[in-house]
Nanobody, 124 residues
Framework: QVHLVESGGGLVQAGGSLRLSCAAS????????MGWFRQAPGKEREFVAA????????NYVDSVKGRFKISRDGANNTVYLQMNSLKPEDTAVYYC?????????????????WGQGTQVTVSS
């Protein structure tokens, strides 16, 4: 069982930046592909970004390409999402997810473990 805890959310003005963190309990963190998803009010949860278990491959939804960057720190069992040039439409609860090995899938069903989420609000 992998326990995931997100942090770093908050309120920011449009054009600003935030860095989300997701700390994983699993000591074999390097065996897990990690993803970030988000869910806005009244909408379905959607894929944002993913990074492979080895860190060599990343995947992003088109709407965040060039603005967001996913990275991982194996020494601290943590995955990050650096979010720049934030827009009001980025407002959502952001969730961290993990799957054992595998590719940087964008489908929710590919991930076995989920965090509780952290709120990101971007004001215009």
């Amino acid at each position: 069982q992998v326990h995931l805890v997100e942090s770093g959310g908050g309120l920011v003005q449009a054009g600003g930046s935030l860095r989300l963190s997701c700390a994983a309990s699993e000591r074999t963190f390097s065996s897990y592909t990690m993803g970030w998803f988000r869910q806005a009010p009244g909408k379905e949860r959607e894929f944002v970004a993913a990074i492979s278990w080895g860190g060599g491959s990343t995947n992003y939804v088109d709407s965040v390409k060039g603005r967001f960057k996913i990275s991982r720190d194996g020494a601290n069992n943590t995955v990050y999402l650096q979010m720049n040039s934030l827009k009001p439409e980025d407002t959502a609860v952001y969730y961290c997810a993990a799957r054992y090995y595998g590719s940087t899938y964008s489908q929710l069903r590919e991930y076995q473990y989920w965090g509780q989420g952290t709120q990101v609000t971007v004001s215009s």
